[in-house]
């Protein structure tokens, strides 16, 4: 860290971790070769919003707190924003919104609820987190121990940097408007780019794959949500291990699929029947056991277009300005 | 050599689907023509036993573009004959010597593949020194390189109940492959020694001493040259 103990501390204080809060960038790419895997935001749209909030670089250095729990103390005069879940938040005990900037004083008190339904929020302070990136990235992942303040999820106590932001250059606070915020509750549809091993699951099977519900089950992390439905079987015996991309359906033998995500190992043996649109990850990320998914074929092509204009969708939205 | 989708931006390339040396050979040199071909374009790639994972960036280059430009810089038979006689005595991969501490102290599963194989310890150990082997793969964990493949003789399934804890440098065997332990983790592998080199360091370059591609052979070491080398016992459980 580049903080020595004799200058001015500026940052945020963990006085509380809650469930499970942890430094993320958008991610380790390029890193594969030697084995370490992506990390970063489990809901991307929500970490980008939260940083464009605030005008900071696309891979700045946010917590992506899971459920809520998190309370944090301010040692600096700041601009903060809130993204994601539905966990409440307040300063200073006072409830305030999410999905909007906040000036900071030093001393303020911020806390999280705990999630109903959505479950991750995305904390950005103007200019980012200022730590010591691992293979080019700060992104946590305890796993492989890289990342993050030492390799591992915020404790009690851990200061983390970033810089000093006076009230006088804060112009103006800014929201992301209720219809652009994306929605993550009801009918959860998850687009499926067929691939991998699809040939070695019958017509049979992948009918049923596409016209029965899933649930997300209790088997869940940063590593693959483990879903339960009918069993998919494929004829396939045994592969061998090969790369896996991120939202890749694995099958194992009890027939129950595993979405592979951020963390996932780079490598795997299992049959794949395909990979979840990135676009779609987030309303799965967002939501708690026992939420209902139904699968959608989707071609390549498609996926691309479909990427392209959410890309051109998300850079044409403009946050609001509140007025003070 | 056939692409197969494997997400909305990403392609997989296979080579064969069995374990030998000139189908890891081809990976190996895919994956080096495209990464110079394709440049920016890719994001990651995943080299594996006889499978190239090709990620790019989806807002940047799309996949038939991606596609044609594996086609003709893979297929392309000329420069496939002088590339794979370059390749097979390859310049690019080198020999890398590893010391083990070969023990039952150290590697806990020797006397179970004496008692299936019906071979001695000392047997065993030899063999598993008698092979130059391949790095396949590198995955599952930072810096575990999947080596292969280790003599029939010694081949051994996975544990039925895996370890909670496998100490840093344990070497093991599963089915045909060997592997070091970059770290401690929880593992399945038959575990016949201990290797007191760094195979993953975070604040060393390079972050470790082999590549996928490289060939590696095993070295017996005495308990004293293992704890001179900076080796630790460490728990097993």
């Known amino acids: ?108 008190k911020i806390a999280f609820g705990f999630a109903q339904n959505a479950t991750r929020h995305y904390f950005a302070v103007k200019g980012g987190f200022q730590v010591e990136p691992m293979f080019g990235s700060c992104a946590t992942v305890a796993r492989e121990k890289l990342g993050g303040l030492n390799g591992s999820a915020l404790q009690a106590g851990d200061y983390l940097p970033c810089s000093s932001v006076s009230q006088a250059e804060v112009t103006h606070q800014s929201k992301v408007s209720l219809s652009d915020r994306p929605n993550y509750l009801g009918e959860m549809i998850l687009r499926v780019v067929l691939g991998y091993q699809e040939a070695a699951f019958s017509d049979l099977e992948k009918a049923r794959f596409f016209n029965s519900k899933f649930t997300i089950s209790d ?11 009918p069993e998919i079987k494929t004829d396939l015996k045994s592969m061998l291990s090969e790369g896996i991309c991120f939202g890749a359906i694995q099958i194992p033998a009890d027939g129950q699929p595993i979405i592979l995500l951020n963390d996932r190992q780079t490598i795997g043996g299992y049959p794949k029947i395909g990979s979840i649109l990135s676009l779609d990850i987030p309303k799965l990320t967002q939501r ?18 479909q990427l392209h204009l959410a890309h051109y969708r998300y850079q044409n939205t403009q946050t609001t300005i509140i007025k003070d | 050599m056939k692409i197969e989708v494997a997400g909305e931006n990403s392609l997989i390339l296979y080579f064969g689907d069995t374990t030998a040396p000139e189908i890891s050979a081809q990976v190996q040199q895919a994956s080096q023509k495209l990464t110079t071909v394709l440049g920016d374009y890719i994001i990651d790639q995943v080299t594996s036993y006889a499978s190239l ?36 005595t390859s310049s690019r991969q080198s020999i890398v ?29 030899n063999l598993h020194q008698s092979l130059t082997y391949r790095v396949y793969a590198i995955g599952f964990a930072p810096g575990f390189a999947f080596l292969g493949q280790v003599d029939e003789r010694i081949a051994s399934p996975r544990l039925s109940t895996p370890r909670l ?8 065997i599963a089915d045909r492959q060997t592997a070091i332990y970059p770290d401690v ?24 001493p082999v590549s996928v591609g490289d060939e590696v052979r095993f070295k017996g070491i005495s308990k004293d040259e293992f704890l001179d080398l900076g080796g630790e016992i460490g728990d097993y459980r």
């Open chain 2, 165 to 172: 804890k496998v100490p840093r440098g344990a070497v093991g």
């Open chain 2, 97 to 125: 010597e590893l010391p083990v501490y070969y023990s039952e102290e150290s590697g806990p599963e020797l006397s179970l593949i004496s008692k299936n194989s019906g071979l001695s310890i000392d047997e065993i150990i």
């Open chain 1, 219 to 229: 088997k869940c992390d940063r590593m693959g949500f483990r879903l339960t439905g």
């Open chain 2, 53 to 88: 994972l090709l990620i790019f960036d989806p807002l940047a280059i799309d996949q038939l573009t991606v596609r044609k430009i594996i086609h003709d810089s893979l297929n392309s038979d000329e420069s496939n004959a002088i590339d794979s006689n370059e390749n097979t």
């Open chain 1, 288 to 305: 708690l056991p026992g939420s209902v998914i139904h699968f959608e074929a989707i071609s390549m092509n498609d996926a691309q277009q």
């Open chain 1, 1 to 108: 860290m580049n903080s020595s103990s004799n200058s001015i501390q500026t940052g945020f204080k963990v006085i509380q971790p809650g469930i499970l809060s942890l430094l993320q960038d958008a991610g380790r790419f390029g890193k594969h070769n030697i084995g370490l895997t992506n990390g970063g935001p489990l809901d991307k749209l929500s970490y980008n919003w939260a940083n464009r909030l605030l005008n900071n670089d696309v891979n700045a250095c946010v917590i992506e707190a899971s459920i809520g729990g998190l309370v944090l103390e301010s040692l600096v005069d700041t601009q903060i924003a809130v993204t994601g879940g539905d966990a409440e938040l307040s300063i200073n005990n006072q409830t305030v919104a999410s999905w909007q900037t906040h000036s900071i004083k030093s001393g303020d």
């Open chain 2, 185 to 208: 983790s929880p593992g399945g592998w038959n575990l016949i020694g201990l290797c007191p080199s760094r195979m993953f360091d975070p604040d060393s370059t390079p972050h470790m």
